[in-house]
């Protein structure tokens, strides 16, 4: 994962474009990681993220996004379903408050009366 660093970081700056270097030091920052350079594309450096799609920057700096999906592993998370309401719990509740307000107002009618 610390192939990104090294690539920006290293000695190799002086052979990227002023731009590209700029772009690159970006994408670190918001989490990417460069993937080490392949053969066939030299000028074409690949960044990737753990929950984001793959960008591919150019020697412009221009950039491209993939039609690469991050791996779901990082994506998936325990989902809690929802509680179903209890309606015989609530009018309990709701019966229990109404008698003892009713009971409360027996107990005052007993001693103003």
């Known amino acids: 994962m610390e192939t990104g660093r090294k690539l920006v ?21 918001k989490g990417y990681v460069i993937e080490p350079p392949s053969a066939g594309s030299q000028d ?8 984001s799609p793959a960008i591919a920057v150019g020697d412009d700096g221009r950039v491209e996004l993939l039609d690469v999906r991050p791996k779901p592993q990082g994506l998936t998370t325990a989902q809690v379903p929802p509680r179903q309401i209890h309606w015989g719990r609530g009018l309990l509740v709701l019966g229990l408050v109404g008698l003892a307000t009713f009971l409360g107002l ?8």
């Open 9 to 29: 970081a290293s000695g190799q700056q002086g052979q990227l474009e002023p731009q590209k270097v700029r772009v690159l030091r970006e994408l670190e920052s």
């Open 44 to 51: 074409v450096v690949i960044c990737r993220h753990p929950v």
């Open 106 to 113: 027996i107990v005052v009618a007993m001693i103003v009366g």
